[in-house]
Each structure stands twice: as C-alpha cells, then as structure tokens.
C-alpha cells in the first residue's frame, strides 16, 4: 500500500518566493497533519484537518503560511512570501480516526524546503 | 499541557549491545497514548509502537521492548542485539483528548560496528 505522499522532495527557492507543499494522505485515513521539523525546535505541529476541516492552526507560525484541504487525497502547505527562516523539513502525516484515538500517525518523507 | 521529555540526547554503543531509551511524559489526562518513532538518517520518519494508558502490559516485538510505567510517568524503550541499521534519531510521543501529538526532543542512537 502506497503511504503519505509528499512532493517535492527538496524545494530551494529565494527568499519572497511562494512556496507550496503537497500532501496525498494514505487512502481512508481521516486525519492530515502538517509538521515542520528544525534543528532548534524539533517537531513541531503546524495544523491539522479532520475530514478535510482544519481543526487546529494553532501552530501556523504567522499569516505567511496557509493550509488547505480541498478533498480527502489532496493537501497544500503554502508559504507567500517565504523567508530564509523558513528553511525546515516539513512533513505530511495521516491516520484513521479522529479525536481520541489511538491510532498512530503516519509520516511522509518530508519536503526538505531551503529559501535563500 | 502535555509535555515528553527525552533526557538523553545522543546514545553510543556498539553493536550486540543493547540500548534502553528513557521517555518521561507530563500529563493529567487519564487516557492517552504513547508511541516510539525512528528516523534514520534517510529522514522519513517510521512509526514503531504505541501503547495505550490504560493497558501496562509490556512487550516484546522482535528486538524491540518497551517498559511503560504510569505511576512514574515513564514509556521506555529498549533495542536488544543492537545492530549498525538501528542507527537512527528515535522520538517518544504522546497523545490525549484531540489528535495532537506531542513529540520529544529525540535521542540519537549511533550503533558503531
């Protein structure tokens, strides 16, 4: 079974660029999550949808990033306009279930992002 | 709010040995979960188990064991016979009510030959 999808793989851009990162959940699962991954900061949860909803942005850095989630299969990471701070591995993750669950999520490879 | 702390920051040994990862976690949820993930130097990030608050039971999967204590808020984990492959960054996690997951800090792992 194919997993969490990400693409692209490496993105270098400079700084000002729109930048947008793509997701494909594993099918049927109901919950998509969006990480960003840095040296300083570990993991940290960007947003998260349940059934194509955000549920929670809490921890969308500022107005320069946004998120959406048009369908079941299908997630956007936008960053406009992007900042060399933004350098980061960004993951996609998805599981079943929502709310109190104990289902596990499950990672994509990452899209390692470099804004000269 | 939920915190997991991960006290070691890099492990050494050598292969056959084996390695014991601490994961200490703050919460007053009485139902969560706990899962331990890999992440080679490839980068992707690997699920390896869960275990939930409710059930203590420890286990064996392979070389992988863990040690889940809730009256000292601890989930450890321990590769047995470790070998070069095992390499890696492992992460503790936890979740409650919602679907958040908190992640520690890691601990690196370097398995020499």
């Known amino acids: 079974d194919a997993g969490v999808i990400q693409s692209p793989r490496h993105e270098v851009t400079e700084m000002g660029q729109e930048v947008t990162l793509r997701c494909k959940p594993i099918s049927g699962h109901n919950s998509l999550f969006w990480y960003r991954q840095t040296m300083m900061r570990g993991l940290e949860l960007l947003i998260y949808?349940?059934?194509?909803?955000?549920?929670?942005d809490s921890g969308m850095p500022e107005d320069r990033f946004s998120a959406k989630m048009p369908n079941a299969s299908f997630s956007t990471l936008k960053i406009q306009p992007s900042e060399p701070r933004d350098s980061a591995v960004y993951f996609c993750a998805s599981s079943l279930g929502t709310g109190n669950s104990n289902q596990p999520q499950h990672f994509g490879d990452g899209t390692r992002l470099s804004i000269l | 709010a939920q915190k997991v702390t991960q006290a070691q920051t890099e492990i050494s040994v050598v292969e056959k040995e084996d390695v014991t990862l601490d994961c200490v976690y703050e919460t007053r949820d009485t139902t969560y979960y706990l899962f331990w993930y890999k992440q080679p130097p490839s980068g992707e990030l690997v699920f390896l188990i869960r275990?939930?608050?409710?059930?203590?039971q420890n286990e064996i999967s392979g070389r992988y064991s863990w040690n889940f204590q809730k009256s000292t808020s601890s989930f450890n984990f321990t590769i047995t016979a470790s070998q070069v492959v095992d390499s890696a960054v492992y992460f503790c996690?936890?979740?409650?009510?919602?679907?958040?997951?908190?992640f520690g800090g890691g601990t690196r792992v370097l398995v020499k030959p």
């Open positions: 996690a936890f979740k409650a009510a919602g679907n958040k997951l908190t």
């Open positions: 949808f349940n059934n194509n909803v955000p549920i929670d």
């Open positions: 275990r939930n608050s409710f059930d203590e």
